[in-house]
């Protein structure tokens, strides 16, 4: 493992122990064996609220201490990177404080809630790049390996101009009007509902993959079951269970997308298809591992499956041998490598926070759009 | 076969012989081999502009006669049925002419290039029902059994409240600038791009599908390559390569629309998938003989594949054992005994001109749209 | 159309009106429509045993005459193709009579129910070449469009040397022990089972996608089911319900086959791998417009998926635009256009009656081997 | 995590440190936070014969110390469990003598390299469990989801009686002949070639997903390239390339076997299809969230893909939500927590080394079979 800045190895926290909480977790305990080169890490503290639970993640999920307190985390010099997995509407607030204490920060998507806390944590971050200290967001999407392969044939040219993208993001835990009420159904919490939770990542992935920004948006939010059973009663479900945009990129390509929850039988359908003039493809994260490639010179030869786990494929050779696939948790680790390589090469790693910034920009113009009636929206 | 309103097989005239003209020539003489129980028909003229080559053309598919002048059907008794497969800018005119002279009228898609035309066909339509004089117009996509099986999925209520739907038709034919210019890309004799000649199929789709109409519009149009090499130089490309479209139907389902002609590696890809509150379906054309299905009692189950060539699916006891598949053009023979079983039994066939003109009227609906920035119009 | 060698149209004649007897009219009827430089044939009589059911078929399947003796075609000058899709175990009577009477012949597969019969056939076959009468055993899917590919990427050595093909047609119809028994499952009718039924299509592609013989044979039969309900009670099934062989070529490549009636969920599941040293392809006759093709050129990039459809893949000039699939159907009208084109041009149709014998000989030693314990038989 | 016999973490030694070393690592590093429940473990020892490469693996792969000796492992109290992931020649002394020190062992498949070596292993087994001394062969794809429901579906009778399975392995980096020498093409070394490598595999998974063994065997060997370029140059290559076999269970289901390194094209795929009389399922390694799934009662509807990511599937509870694909590699965190349950609930853990011993006799008498002609051999 290479040295870092410090002599020793980096000292990371993690803020949430919960579903991404697990996800992070299991990717600094495992980047040092994939990915030899990157700076070391230890994974000083996990942090949560419920005491017992997060004692208890932090045992299972190799962590050498846990807090109750968030901010014990800025006070610890052991500490050099603290990656933030609360709900959204926390980002701002640990982020902020933990660029302000010198920690380098990843903080998962979305970014935040709202495009003014985003907005300030971009100035944030901007300001701490000044003395080296470095931030993310974490759109683990950009580490799929068949998706970083998109990129490479983009940037290569191997697509010409891009003319038309399709991307859908379709889930179905929220069909059954039976399902309950949680606090991701509510805009004070969550935000928004399918558009931001799934929307930001297909967001994400066009900017990245065309390597360009949205610049103007018209969509429309719907939410098909408008109040659900919690625990204290019915409750008016107040964020979209679906949304839909059209999307115009800076160049002129024109992008679709389509979110939803309540896509019956659809369990994590992420898709993405990419025409140019010269060449597309498509990708499908339920076979995360395969990209479907045309391109002019193959004449008529239709899409061609490419299994992405060649050495010569973007991170493969950290990984299997050709043929041995790589599951979804892999992207973290992935995600962790790169930026523990930006942190100790003196680089900005990304998804900037001003990537992040970006998407929730191109989300709340489709919220605008919507309530006036589907109207065009310049960003 | 089945006796007939005049004692003898139905006198059937074809006018047009290229593309079009091939498939329903086609089907006009195989549908009693298939369909037995069809009143017989008798291949009397095919009409064509072209001396030399409608007069091959009658040869090979099998007419009794040829004509270059259309008219000449309208004096004929001989003839029963009019089957009008010209370039759309001559629907009107024919139609017209052949429900005046108390012929049985097919209109080839879509219904014609304007509302206006489309709608006095509507009302010359109404007027010959009333002396048993049928028309139809030949979406017919409806016959695809995979589409019929989906169909009565959902009239059945197995799929329960129709939500979402997502409408594809992708080809990439003028994907390649080099592509020529031709007379379906000037808006004259075409009248739209992809929107009228792709769009007009995922729209009656939508409208057979769900049993209900569109009520709300916003679209837009889009020409990548906006000048193209003819034969007298280049000329600029005044019809869409490209549309997008949000629909929402009277019942409040929202429907995605993409249709295009230049995207890169797709051949003919209609895509439709239906999500609804109990279940979810999924098609495409290029696997004509399949719907992919998920109802609500199949749990986790995903989807299931459903090879549909069982004789109790929808037009199968016409054709082959299970497992035989069916191609693209039998869809014109069933479309052809459809029609034939309604003159006979005295019905109004269906896709009536009615629904040919509800589909204009929502193509129309999304040039406006387009016209006034993605405006959302109510039809 | 052509010329023929008589200045009229050929008289076509077939014999056996059900499924065989409905897909051979289907060809004749279709076959001046597509392919247009074909001789023109003119479909002259229908033969069967039951004078009504022949009588109403010979009318739908747009016969001029039909007949309850199959020998009349023999004294009919007008009639000079005879088609043979009888029951196998009929075949080389009607054939060799034919021959005899100097009548072109075409017999659907397999060619006959014993060596002794197909050895017979094919001298008859060879005597009649000397004085012009040419003959052809009906394996369809040699038209198959997608396969003719397959055939043409082997002959242009795209492949290197072939080393393994995988075979397999699985079907279904007998999985269920309640399916009742019928002709086709006593051997004094049938012949054999599975094997014969499935496997004789089988062997004869691996035969014409490499361009070689089988020379020697392992193999087994099972019947699952032994005994099976039928009009006149229990009765034991004597044929096989699936077959296993492993073949090997003249050149040394290895082919396993695998064939069956009882395979579960499987309705007409043709299969076909082919590995060489540099490239590969599969083909499943359930998606029979696509090519699934690697070639090593293609690097890592896996199968691409060819949709046989464009106007430079075999037979596709005379059918329809790309993209618009063909069904099982159509290959035999492909098969009629080619073997027309061959007696006009007074060439040797293939497959030859020698092409029918050769699977004959293949199919025997499986059913040897099985009987022997699964011995290695050299052909 | 539960408490162990011992009142501490089990110690753990793993003796390998290439591509299974690694695989293996991985599983015991993260085991205990996916599987709280297993009783926790500790990284004791890694083990190599290259001390610079053993020291750098054990840094990355998390082990707290590492030797050059694997003898080592015998002497430690601390070591509870010994994981041999050495090349095969050497599993039987490694494993021989762990078990004689009362250490609970783990051997990564194929159990041995000959019959001879895993029968004393077996015996050296049977002996140690009398002392509460646990042994296991680590055939990982038993813990693949997809297959484990597909085992519960066999188990459940979900399929009826099973007639037919279908197996095949096939990998495509040996099919160019340039291909360098190694020690895996060498007999004394590897034992055998694709037969043991992948159709060990394969074995075992007829074996544990039908519950029952193989009686009778038939097969083939074949090496396509003879001679392959070593670092002293051309040298032969003595084992196979492919190899071919029908394989008889005990109740009289018959399976097919096909395994290569030269299936130009494919990276890994393991292929299994079982066909029962109600019901049947496919599953491919390449795609291995998947399981395709017909049962009866879903009368004509084909295949069901089933997403193997939900709750209620074995062994999804510990990993993600659904949707969230796994990884080749998970499937060995998931064998480790079933052996530490094993260990520490005192069952024997499964597969035993007598299943890895059934296996071993499966692929010895495909070589005896080879050997004598394809000849049928009991077992």
């Known amino acids: 493992m290479s040295a870092t800045p410090h002599g020793r190895p980096l000292g990371v926290a993690v803020v949430g122990y919960s579903f991404m909480g697990k996800a992070h977790s299991n990717a600094w305990r495992n980047v040092g064996a994939f990915y030899p080169s990157a700076p070391a890490v230890r ?6 609220r419920d005491e017992q639970a997060v004692q208890e993640a932090a045992g299972r999920y190799g962590w050498a201490g846990w807090s109750t307190d968030w901010r014990s985390v800025l006070e610890r010099d052991d500490i050099d990177v603290v990656d933030v997995c609360t709900p959204g509407h926390l980002h701002a607030e640990v982020a902020l404080a933990a660029l302000e204490a010198g920690k380098h920060v990843v903080v998962e998507k979305p970014l935040a809630n709202t495009v003014d806390e985003a907005e300030q944590m971009v100035k944030a971050a901007q300001a701490a790049e000044a003395s080296g200290v470095r931030s993310m967001v974490g759109f683990n999407y950009r580490r799929v390996p068949a998706l970083a392969l998109a990129r490479r044939l983009v940037d ?4 010409g101009t891009v003319r038309e993208v399709r991307l859908s993001y379709l889930q179905d835990w929220l069909a059954d009007p039976a399902a309950p009420m949680t606090w991701r159904l509510r805009k004070e919490t969550a935000g928004s509902g399918a558009l931001g939770d799934l929307g930001s990542h297909a967001v994400d992935l066009l900017h990245h993959l065309l390597g360009e920004r949205v610049a103007q948006v018209s969509g429309e939010l719907r939410t098909f079951v408008p109040q ?3 625990p204290s009663g019915r ?3 107040t964020v979209d269970d679906a949304a839909w945009a059209r999307l115009r990129t800076t160049s002129g390509a024109v992008a679709s997308l389509e979110v939803s929850r309540v896509a019956t039988g659809r369990k994590n359908g992420l898709q993405v298809e990419v025409y140019g003039s010269g060449g597309a493809f498509r990708f499908d994260l339920e076979q995360l591992n395969e990209l479907w490639v045309h391109t ?3 004449g008529v030869g239709g899409f061609t499956r490419v299994l992405v786990t060649e050495p010569e494929h973007p991170y493969l050779e950290a990984w299997w041998p050709p043929g041995h696939i790589l599951g979804w948790d ?3 680790t992935s995600q962790a490598a790169d930026f523990l390589a930006a942190v100790s090469e003196g680089r900005s790693p990304r998804p900037s926070f001003e990537d992040g910034l970006a998407v929730q920009r191109v989300l709340a113009a489709v919220e605008e759009s919507d309530r006036r009636g589907g109207a065009t929206i310049d960003l």
Chains 1, 2, 3, 4 share one sequence.
Request: aromatic share 4%.
């Open 228 to 230: 659900r059973e919690g």
């Open 235 to 237: 409750e008016p479900v």
């Open 156 to 159: 290569e040219g191997r697509l």
């Open 296 to 298: 002019a010179e193959d």
């Open 330 to 332: 892999h992207t973290f």
């Open 43 to 48: 994974q000083e503290l996990l942090v949560g």
